[in-house]
């Protein structure tokens, strides 16, 4: 059961993450789809505000969008591996704790 | 969730950078007196701390038509308590501002308070609340992630119409409208993040449970989530 619970909270998230992709139109003029919200945000602050002018420009810009993607791949990638290992981490120590209360008497003897 | 670099206006960023200060020093303290008291628990701290980084990374498609991101920020909110996630939140923001363009140094205190301030102490406080009305653990666990993941963004909606008020409706209207773009958005990925932030607990309490019941978030007979 639990195992399955797992599964199957895992396939919603997939579900959830890719059937907008099948349920959302195209944009009938030239607006991009699936462009970020944060971006949207700033064209709307544009329309309410058009005379605003953004007083700081972020230091550094990724040379490109590849170069963004990597960086967000590299977030992801550290996050993930270090979770990983974390989780191996654990499932070894649960492992060892139940064959050491299993034959308490082999591994107390173990020099 | 992130408002851009350059967008909030000076008074504005000034004053959130101010609020959101206390929470980081605040939460540094915490963090401290955590690790000096379990030093166990460090590694689960960077589990938590991973957790927002992944989560944050993760652009997803949403039904309204445009990408947005969980935050990540409930997991560690109720292992280490809602302060503790304004300096890991902070750490994650300012990782985007620097290398990515992605939020900013002028609007790090907006997206602090945001993301690592209302996020944490709400998913503390509906944690604390669907317990309370003794909805089972996963459920808690669910509604406390995901309603962490919405208020963020309806956080920063607020933010934004406070310092864009329309011409004519004012903050409301303003509001409405930055709510369709970020709040909306947000429905499915907040789901998403809270199924996610319960397959993490699922697994943490199969194999950690002792860490879990020292943190008083499992109770001694609810050993499976």
């Known amino acids: 059961m639990k195992r399955h619970q797992n599964a199957l909270l895992l396939l919603a998230v997939v579900l959830l993450a890719v059937l907008p992709l099948w349920l959302v139109d195209k944009p009938a003029s030239g607006a991009s789809i699936f462009a970020g919200a944060d971006n949207k945000a700033m064209e709307l602050i544009g329309q309410i505000a058009p005379t605003y002018q953004p007083w700081f420009a972020p230091l550094l810009e990724p040379a490109s969008g590849e170069i963004a993607s990597l960086l967000f791949a590299v977030q992801a990638a550290l996050g993930a591996g270090f979770i990983g290992y974390y989780l191996g981490v654990s499932v070894t120590r649960e492992k060892l704790r139940r064959a050491a209360a299993q034959n308490p008497e082999k591994t107390a003897g173990a020099d | ?225």
């Open chain 2, 1 to 225: 969730m992130h408002i851009m670099e350059g967008f909030l206006p000076f008074s504005h960023a000034v004053g959130w950078t101010l609020a959101a200060t206390p929470f980081v020093a605040g939460g540094l303290l915490t963090i401290r007196r955590r690790i000096r008291a379990k030093p166990e628990q460090r590694m689960l701290l960077g589990v938590a701390a991973a957790f927002a980084f992944v989560l944050s990374a993760l652009k997803l498609p949403s039904v309204t038509g445009s990408c947005s991101h969980p935050t990540g920020t409930g997991l560690g909110a109720l292992l280490f308590g809602p302060a503790a996630m304004a300096p890991i939140g902070a750490v994650v923001l300012l990782f985007q501002a620097l290398l990515l363009a992605h939020g900013g140094l002028t609007t790090l205190g907006a997206n602090i308070f945001s993301m690592a301030v209302v996020g944490p102490f709400a998913a503390a406080g509906v944690f604390k609340l669907a317990r309370a009305l003794k909805a089972s653990f996963a459920l808690s666990i669910f509604l406390a992630a995901s309603l962490a993941d919405l208020l963020t963004y309806v956080t920063t909606s607020a933010q934004l119409a406070w310092a864009f008020p329309d011409p004519t409706g004012g903050f409301i209207a303003s509001f409405a409208k930055f709510a369709g773009i970020f709040a909306l958005t947000q429905i499915p990925l907040a789901i998403s993040e809270g199924l996610l932030t319960v397959v993490i607990f699922n697994a943490l309490a199969r194999f950690n449970p002792q860490e879990l019941q020292d943190m008083k978030l499992l109770p001694a007979g609810e050993a499976q989530a």
